[in-house]
């Protein structure tokens, strides 16, 4: 996941806590989950339990964010903050995460599925039984034919196009099914690896295991739609809901107002809090307005969640009554660079190890932010809320962030460019990435290594500049500034698509490295098949630890967010998966 | 006159169609010849090559460019059909496209931003006239005096300082410490006509405040030049009042160049005012177009261009036209 | 009549503030213009009479100060930039020192002025028969229709033909000589008993010259105004002017009857003026003689004779022209010379020297 900061920071969580030796200081407890009845104050308080706990309905919750959803159509969005508004308010899919704080946020739950699938056939054949009483916001009951026909249409990417398409890649199965709209069967069912023997029941035939499967059920993209309401690329006008608001109206660019849903009985639904009457979202409001309109309590949160801009960064952190209604949770995403193997002289590990000593991380967090507003610095591919993750695994000893000289000298003496040599950085051309590109380019200077910096426009970074391999090679990119956060926190979602050989391709690269290391690969598949998430999870230790041994990512921030909350809200607490406030538990008071 | 308005209405719609042409090379043509696939931009992350074609299909990216542009053309006379899915949507003319972030038609959106757009526009535009031609005037006949200075200094502030500045330091103080205005989302003018004067009274003046500083220099300028004309002389010495050689007199000349501006001014703020916009939150042309820009929406940026350019040439002939009412000079040769 | 000039802090010969005697009487007009480089001495000590009926030619080059002295008897100067003193009495009221209001009503009105150019000189946004219009009424409280039939009567009484029909039309459609004809019919439509016609004739060809001084004559004796016409050409001022006043760095040189100046002219500098001056009744033969040297400049005016770095004279016979001012003083005849060569040396000079080349 790549794109401005914050703007598509989807999925993934934030233990900020794990790693608290790393620079947030003493505010930051192990969070003891299950403590929420009791209520937590203060700075970061939301990020160690609940803030408000509260039960009671009513009042307008008063959202505010700068720009529009990418999409409202759940298929087509792919915006973190999107998914965290439609799964709270209007998409329910089979299973949801967790609407709790700590850990426990990460977990997955049964939500428009009765229980948790009943997993056979070696792990290949996923069965869900669908609860009662479950409807869409006309009173029409949710069968297992809508949920079919919504991830149906997950497949038309020529006409929906812009979300997520995992699940195309583990269903379509070489079928080449090209979506509801083109399907020849009259009830456009014809996707022959999601079965429906009868309306209550739905079986999903996968090629081979993966353990993961479930997650790619828990995105919106993957929610029911009734084939009569679909309007195809207007679906996101107004989508029908099945959760406990429903879209009273929405000015593109402008406003979304929601009421309740009257066919969402409460009863079916242990996830959403559903307490205010009604939730406005103001669109298009200048960011220092926004934080202007947050401090003021004019508005609750900026749903966003990206933090606040520099300007109110000293407001909040130094006024100690504003200082307690904020928050830096870790957002999930890391931020790193790729070293190419491809150019040379990095086709030399030795090369590439010379890169990770002389790398200033310090500096480098500096130009983010800093530890509170930009993040913690980073040691290794696996961020703290992925199951896998070891603070310890820090290969190259840069904890403290110093640049080490002397080893980054015996490396490129090893490498046989004892005085150095030249290469290029890519790196977008706006946001903070500039700057730290600079801060990468003073350090390696320090032991002879002369980058060049060749920014470019960010709207095709990701995909043409440094996610086309013949382009990197033809540049001469040596090192490239990316970014990356996951759609689902597991190791699979967050870095299997960073760094499996198999996947390099020819545009929309993610590899950038062009790591293609048989051990890395066959481990990636153990892991998929694995269905004991602990066993994954040290599968995934063991991926991140090759990787890093082969030195051809360098990790320098885990980011954070400065985020402030109204104090007027209620049930406030960061859900790990998003890294940001539970959207379906906010409540307000009068 | 008519032949006269009649030609320069032929030459303002080829002044369009070229516009077209060159924002359509701009953002469609240019790109693709410096390598980059346009249609990756509009797919998610994990989008394979097949998704990418697919999309490239729908947004009519694989046809050449001269296919794509006659397409669009075709679209603004006669309308075009869009196929979205399960049915098939007709966009009817003028059709200027269809968003390839948000698949909506182009010109209703247009359409719809444009109230914010002219009311923010026009009611800068009252503000800084008025002030814009009172202190130029002033500031010319007592040339040197303090009042003058004070405009001038105000004046080059104006020009000088930012809308991101002013408009931020405006929306702070009076909005968020002394709680004069209220913040908050535009209303429309029909529906609470003293929220919306609520809502826009800052932007109007902060807006007009730059532009204000120019017609001040301006007038200055212009006045003092006048005033020193032969003709304001004679209406001096035909015992006129000051007043009436001022106001009546010398101001008829003062407002050819002013008229000249203020239509130029007018016609490129009806197509969006960026800054001003972004800053106050006000869901017109302006925020309309930076935010397609910021997403790459080509059919907006396209539709945004040449709305703009339809304004300027409009402002441009009614200028011309109006010369023609002021001057008689030009009316009659 | 009697014309004197004064150095700055001299008395003045005439009693101040007391009555005047003529219609228009003029003493001791100073205007000073204070500029970034100094004090602009455009008219310094400027006495003169005029009576109704009478015709005063003011003569100089660009640059003597005459248009700026008409100026200030019309009051038109800014009071913030130009300082004004001496007196300027019309009809027995002192005008300098009276109310701007005052003046206001009398401009256009009892005293009006004719400027040249008229291209300029008229405002070309509105129509002449607006502008005649609206001379007329700040002036007389009367209905725009019955201004409009003034205004053609004044078009028609100038010699435009079909007034009925160039009432409405604008300045640039009007020829040169037209122009200057609604110019006259516009400063002559409150019947004014002062006219002051500034190079009315300029931009003019000849035959339209003579038809618009005939005009100012023809009028003048209908209205039996004072005029004053003011003109760098003699030419111009020869056939209608009583009086001649010749000015020479914002004072007067030579002042005299309008037979005298081009008979018996004693300033060297009217001489010049005289020998420049083409003439209709005479072949046209070699090359006019132009005045050597440029106008002075007003704020550093040269010292003694200001005329001294242009005159052939200089310093004949030791004559102090260089160090010592000349006064204006009277000769024959109200015949009044500032010039330090004495009358009878300069009287010859004339005869011998100037007369016979003219």
């Not at chain 1, 803030?51 to 009513?58: I, M």
């Not at chain 1, 307690?324 to 190890?353: E, L, Q, W």
């Not at chain 3, 003689?289 to 002075?296: A, D, F, L, M, R």
Request: proline letters at 6%; charged letters at 20%; hydrophobic letters at 40%.
């Amino acid at each position: 996941m790549r794109m401005r900061t914050g703007a598509l920071v989807a999925g993934s969580a934030a233990i900020a806590l794990v790693l608290s030796a790393c620079g947030s200081g003493g505010d930051d407890k192990k969070p003891s989950t299950g403590e929420s009845t009791a209520g937590v104050t203060g700075f970061n308080a939301a990020t160690k339990g609940v803030v408000n706990p509260s039960d009671k309905k009513g009042g307008t919750l008063k959202l505010v964010n700068h720009s529009d959803a990418d999409s409202w159509d759940p298929v087509r969005a792919y915006y973190a903050w999107v998914w965290n508004f439609q799964k709270g308010y209007y998409v329910r899919t089979l299973l949801t995460n967790a609407s709790k704080p700590g850990e426990d946020g990460l977990k997955l739950e049964p939500d428009l599925a009765e229980k948790l699938p009943e997993i056979t056939d070696g792990g290949k054949t996923y069965t869900f039984k669908l609860k009662a009483g479950v409807k869409f916001e006309d009173g029409s009951p949710i069968t297992s034919k809508d949920i079919k026909y919504g991830i149906e249409r997950v497949f038309a990417q020529d006409i929906l196009s812009g979300g997520p398409t995992y699940i195309v890649d583990v269903l379509d199965q070489d079928q080449k099914y090209p979506g509801p709209y083109k399907d020849t069967d009259p009830d456009k069912l014809g996707l022959k690896s999601i079965q429906t023997p009868d309306d209550t029941t739905i079986v999903f035939k996968l090629k081979e295991p993966l353990s993961d499967f479930n997650y790619l059920l828990a995105m919106p993209g993957a929610g029911p739609v009734q084939k009569a309401k679909d309007t195809g690329d207007k679906y996101g006008d107004k989508p029908v809901s099945t959760g406990p608001y429903k879209f009273q109206s929405f000015d593109p660019g402008k406003k979304l107002t929601l009421v309740r849903n009257e066919n969402w009985d409460p009863k079916t639904d242990t996830i959403r809090k559903a307490l205010p009457d009604q939730i406005d979202l103001t669109i298009g409001t200048a960011v220092e307005e926004i934080d202007n309109q947050l401090l003021a309590g004019d508005v609750d949160i900026d749903t966003a969640q990206t933090g606040v801009q520099q300007g109110a960064q000293p407001k909040i952190l130094l006024e100690a009554d504003k200082k307690a209604n904020a928050d830096t949770p870790t957002t999930g995403f890391i931020r790193y660079f790729s070293i190419n193997t491809k150019v040379p002289p990095f086709d030399n590990i030795h090369c590439r190890k010379a890169v990770q000593y002389a790398t200033d991380k310090v500096t480098m967090q500096t130009a983010r932010g800093g530890a509170d507003a930009g993040g913690d610095i980073a040691v290794n591919m696996l961020p703290p809320n992925i199951a896998g993750h070891d603070p310890a695994l820090d290969p190259y000893n840069t904890k403290s962030g110093k640049p080490q000289i002397d080893k980054a000298k015996e490396e490129l003496a090893a490498c046989g460019k004892k005085d150095g040599f030249d290469t290029v950085i890519a790196t977008r051309n706006a946001g903070k990435e500039p700057k730290t590109a600079e801060a990468l380019q003073a350090a390696l200077k320090n032991v002879g290594i002369n980058a060049r910096l060749d920014p470019t426009d960010a709207s095709l970074y990701f995909r043409s500049t440094i996610g086309a391999p013949s382009n990197t090679h033809a540049k001469g990119y040596g090192l490239m500034m990316a970014g990356w956060g996951a759609d689902f926190p597991t190791g699979y979602g967050f870095l299997s698509i960073l760094v499996d050989g198999r996947t390099i391709s020819q545009s929309g690269n993610n590899n950038y490295a062009e790591l293609n290391n048989s051990e890395v690969n066959s481990l990636i598949d153990k892991a998929k098949a694995e269905t004991d998430p602990k066993k994954a999870a040290d599968i995934w230790g063991q991926i991140n630890k090759v990787v890093m041994d082969e030195a051809v990512m360098v990790p320098f921030v885990y980011d954070k967010a400065l985020n402030y909350r109204n104090p007027r809200l209620t049930n406030v607490f960061v859900t790990e998966y998003y890294g940001m406030y539970d959207f379906a538990s906010l409540g307000v008071t009068k | 006159m008519i032949n006269y308005i009649l030609r320069r209405l032929v030459t303002a719609v080829a002044l369009l169609v070229a516009v077209s042409a060159v924002t359509f090379l701009i953002f469609f043509a240019i790109p693709k010849a410096a390598g980059a696939d346009p249609a990756q931009m509009y797919v998610g992350k994990s989008a394979t090559p097949r998704d990418v074609e697919a999309t490239r299909v729908k947004l009519g990216l694989d046809q050449p460019i001269y296919i794509q542009y006659g397409r669009f053309l075709k679209g603004i006379v006669a309308g075009r059909d869009y196929n979205n899915g399960p049915s098939v949507t007709h966009c009817s003319a003028p059709c200027f496209g269809y968003s390839f972030r948000t698949d909506r038609e182009v010109w209703p959106l247009l359409i719809d931003r444009l109230p914010v757009t002219v009311s923010l526009a026009l009611g800068a535009a009252v503000i800084w006239l008025l002030f814009g031609v009172a202190g130029g005037v002033i500031s010319a006949l007592r040339r040197g005096s303090i009042a003058d200075r004070t405009a001038m200094i105000i004046a080059l502030a104006g020009v000088s300082l930012p809308i991101y500045f002013t408009g931020l330091v405006a929306q702070q103080l009076f909005v968020h410490t002394w709680n004069i205005f209220e913040g908050g989302e535009y209303v429309n003018f029909k529906d609470d006509p003293a929220g919306w004067a609520n809502k826009l009274f800052l932007a109007w003046v902060t807006l007009a405040l730059l532009f204000a500083a120019q017609y001040t220099r301006l007038t200055r300028a212009q006045m003092l030049e006048t005033m020193s004309e032969d003709y304001v002389r004679t209406a001096r010495a035909k015992g006129l009042k000051e007043r009436v050689v001022v106001g009546k007199h010398a101001m008829r000349s003062v407002l050819t160049p002013i008229v000249t501006i203020f239509g130029l001014d007018l016609g490129g703020l009806l197509g969006g005012a960026i800054l001003t916009e972004s800053v106050f939150s006000l869901p017109g042309i302006g925020r309309l177009s930076i935010d397609a820009v910021n997403v790459k929406d080509l059919p907006i940026i396209l539709g945004v261009t040449l709305f703009g350019a339809f304004f300027i040439v409009i402002a441009n002939l009614l200028v011309d036209l109006l010369y023609a009412v002021i001057d008689p000079r030009v009316r009659l040769s | 009549m009697s014309t004197s000039l004064l150095k700055d802090g001299d008395p003045a010969p005439y009693r101040a503030g007391s009555a005047a005697q003529s219609f228009l009487d003029v003493r001791d007009l100073r205007i000073h213009f204070k500029t970034d480089d100094g004090i602009v001495k455009a008219v310094d000590g400027l006495t003169f009479q005029l009576e109704r009926g009478e015709t005063l030619g003011i003569v100089g080059e660009s640059g003597s100060g005459k248009s700026v002295t008409s100026l200030g008897i019309l009051g038109l100067h800014r009071r913030g930039s130009a300082k004004i003193s001496g007196e300027v009495w019309l009809d027995g009221e002192e005008l300098i020192g009276a109310s701007p209001e005052r003046v206001r009503t009398l401009r256009g009105a009892k005293m009006s002025m004719i400027f040249q150019d008229p291209l300029t000189a008229m405002h070309p946004y509105y129509t002449v028969g607006k502008q005649i219009i609206e001379a007329y009424r700040v002036h007389h409280k009367v209905s725009k229709a019955d201004a409009r039939r003034r205004a053609i009567e004044m078009l028609d009484r100038v010699g435009i033909p079909q007034p009925q029909k160039r009432v409405d039309d604008y300045p640039h459609q009007f020829s040169g000589g037209m122009r200057q004809r609604a110019m006259i019919a516009m400063s002559l439509v409150n019947n004014p008993q002062l006219l002051i016609a500034d190079e009315p004739t300029t931009a003019l060809d000849v035959t339209v010259q003579a038809q618009i001084l005939d005009l100012i004559r023809d009028l003048q004796a209908e209205f039996n105004s004072a005029v004053i016409i003011i003109t760098h050409d003699l030419g111009v001022v020869a056939e209608v002017a009583d009086d001649i006043l010749v000015m020479y760095g914002g004072k007067c040189v030579e002042h005299a009857t309008a037979q005298d100046i081009f008979r018996r002219p004693e300033h060297p500098y009217a001489w010049g003026l005289l020998s420049s001056m083409p003439r209709v009744d005479r072949e046209v033969r070699e090359r006019l003689v132009p005045i050597k040297g440029n106008p002075p400049s007003l704020i550093n005016l040269p010292n003694g004779c200001s005329f001294h770095p242009r005159c052939p004279y200089v310093e004949r016979n030791g004559i102090p022209c260089k160090t010592v001012e000349p006064t204006l003083a009277e000769g024959t005849q109200d015949h009044s010379v500032a010039c330090h060569i004495p009358p009878a040396e300069r009287q010859a000079i004339f005869k011998s020297d100037i007369a016979p080349s003219l």
